[in-house]
C-alpha cells in the first residue's frame, strides 16, 4: 500500500517541527494518540541499568538476568520464584508513578480537546496520570490484571493486594507457596493479562475499550484530526503505525505526527502531512508547554537543542 521508500523527516529543523506541532495541536479538532513503549522510556520507567540494579540485583546476581524485559521470559524453575520476579515486575512498573512527569503533559497538552488513546503500553500510566478512562484502549493487556493461565474462562482479575502481598513476604527470591495464585475455576495457575500468545483473554472492558475506539474513529473520518504517534517502534507496527499511516492517507485533512529517537519517518504519500520528530518525548512535550512563542505567527522565540537541529 505504501512505497518503501520512507521519508526521513531532514527538511526542517526540530525548532521548526515543533513549531509546526503546536500549530497542529491547537487548530486539531480531534486528536488521535498512538502510544508505545518508547513513551514510557522517556518518562523515566527504564528497564535496564541503574533502575533495574535497584529493584532486581538479586536476580542478576542468582539467575544473570540483565533487565526487566528479559527477565519476563526466563524459565524459572519453581512458581515460587516466578511469582517472586513478577511480583516485583508488576509493582514498579504498574503501581508506581512514573520518574517523570510525561504522561502529564502530554494529558496538559490534549485534555481541553476530544482524544483518544491506542496504547500498546501495559503500565497503566495513561490512568495514573489522570488521563480519562473512557478516552483509553489498552489492547495489549496491562499488568494489573491477572487471568487464567489456561484461558478457561473469560475473566480478568486485579491484583493489586496480592501483588503488595508478595513483595512484602518474599525471601531469597521465592514467595510462600500459599500466594501462588490460583484460577478460582479450575486451579491452574494464573497469568498475566499480556498478550504474548493465544491464551490472551479478552474481557467486557476488552471489548468495550475497541467499540469505543472504533467509534471514535468512525465519528472523526473527516475533518482535522491529529494522529500522534509517541515512541512506536517496529515490534507491533501493524496495531498503531501502519493504521495511522492508513487514515492519515485516507482523509486529506489529517496530520501524521512521529515523535520517537532515532525512528521518525514518515511514508512518501504522506510526507507533506507529516512532523518527524527525531528526538525524545520528554524534550518535545517539555518544548511545547514552555517554549516562548511569538503571539501573532506562534513562531518561537528560541531555536531548540535537540540532536537534529544540532545536525543541521
Ligand atoms: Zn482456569
Known amino acids: 500500500m505504501f512505497s518503501k521508500n520512507r521519508t526521513k523527516e531532514s527538511t526542517g529543523s ?12 491547537e487548530t486539531a479538532d480531534a486528536i488521535v494518540i498512538g502510544a508505545g513503549a518508547g513513551l514510557s522510556t522517556s518518562a523515566g520507567l527504564t528497564y535496564s541499568g541503574e533502575r533495574f540494579e535497584r529493584y532486581f540485583s538479586d536476580f542478576h546476581q542468582k539467575y544473570g ?45 490534549v485534555k481541553d480537546k476530544d ?14 496520570a489522570g488521563f480519562d478512562k473512557s478516552r483509553l484502549f489498552y489492547t495489549q493487556g496491562d499488568y494489573g490484571l491477572w487471568q487464567c493461565s ?44 499480556l498478550r504474548c500468545d493465544d491464551t490472551f483473554v479478552q474481557d467486557r472492558g476488552w471489548y468495550a475499550a475497541s467499540e469505543r475506539y472504533a467509534n471514535f474513529l468512525r465519528h472523526h473520518k473527516q475533518g482535522k484530526v491529529l494522529f500522534l504517534e509517541l515512541g512506536v517502534g517496529n515490534n507491533t507496527p501493524g496495531i498503531i503505525k501502519y493504521p495511522f499511516w492508513r487514515y492519515t492517507m485516507e482523509n486529506p485533512d489529517a496530520i ?57
Open 14 to 25: 526540530c525548532s521548526e517541527q515543533i513549531e509546526r506541532l503546536q500549530a497542529s495541536l
Open 65 to 109: 538476568i540483565t533487565d526487566i524485559y528479559s527477565g519476563g521470559f526466563y524459565p524459572f524453575a519453581t512458581l515460587e520464584e516466578y511469582w517472586a520476579w513478577w511480583s516485583r515486575h508488576i509493582f514498579y512498573n504498574r503501581y508506581v508513578d512514573a520518574p517523570l512527569p510525561v504522561y502529564q503533559e502530554l494529558l496538559a497538552l
Open 115 to 128: 482524544y483518544f488513546v491506542l496504547t500498546t503500553n501495559v503500565d497503566h500510566q495513561f490512568q495514573r
Open 150 to 193: 489456561k484461558a478457561c474462562h473469560n475473566k480478568t482479575y486485579d491484583n493489586e493486594a496480592e501483588v503488595r502481598q508478595m513483595l512484602a513476604q518474599q525471601q531469597n527470591t521465592k514467595i510462600p507457596s500459599e500466594l501462588i495464585p490460583r484460577c478460582p475455576v479450575c486451579g491452574a495457575p494464573m497469568t498475566m493479562n
Open 256 to 312: 501524521y505526527v512521529c515523535i520517537n529517537h532515532g525512528q521518525a519517518y514518515a511514508p512518501l504519500e504522506i510526507a507533506e502531512r507529516s512532523i518527524c520528530l527525531n528526538a525524545d518525548i520528554a524534550f518535545v512535550l517539555s518544548e511545547l508547554q514552555s517554549k516562548p512563542v511569538c503571539e501573532r505567527c506562534l513562531s518561537p522565540v528560541s531555536p531548540c537543542s535537540c540532536d537534529s537541529f544540532k545536525g543541521l
